[in-house]
Nanobody, 123 residues
Framework: QVQLVESGGGLVQAGDSLRLSCAAS????????MGWFRQAPGKEREFVAH????????YYADSEKGRFTISRDNAKNTVYLQMNSLKPDDTAVYYC????????????????WGQGTQVTVSS
């Protein structure tokens, strides 16, 4: 399995930007498709974005399209989530996850998870 460590979260104001990073170690990073999920207090975990093994294909939740960008650098074993025009509703713990399956949106099919990084957006 691959080990994942997120970083880059913090407290920002509405309209600001943040870039989250997820560093991977262990088995070959490029053999995993990667996803970002988030969980707000009292809410279920939800899908945010996904990127294929090569980085050619990306998928986003409707609420994030146009604001968030997922990318990866396989040479650095890192996946990123660039978040722009942040809103208070984006406040959550953000998790990166890895999958060897063809799954995109369902977190149940991701086998490795990071510990999460807190993003708080004030109004």
């Amino acid at each position: 399995q691959v080990q994942l460590v997120e970083s880059g979260g913090g407290l920002v104001q509405a309209g600001d930007s943040l870039r989250l990073s997820c560093a991977a170690s262990g088995r070959s990073f490029s053999s995993y498709a990667m996803g970002w999920f988030r969980q707000a207090p009292g809410k279920e975990r939800e899908f945010v974005a996904h990127i294929s093994r090569s980085g050619r294909n990306t998928y986003y939740a409707d609420s994030e399209k146009g604001r968030f960008t997922i990318s990866r650098d396989n040479a650095k074993n890192t996946v990123y989530l660039q978040m722009n025009s942040l809103k208070p509703d984006d406040t959550a713990v953000y998790y990166c996850a890895a999958t060897t399956s063809m799954a995109v949106y369902n977190g149940r099919f991701y086998s490795s998870w990071g510990q999460g990084t807190q993003v708080t957006v004030s109004s």
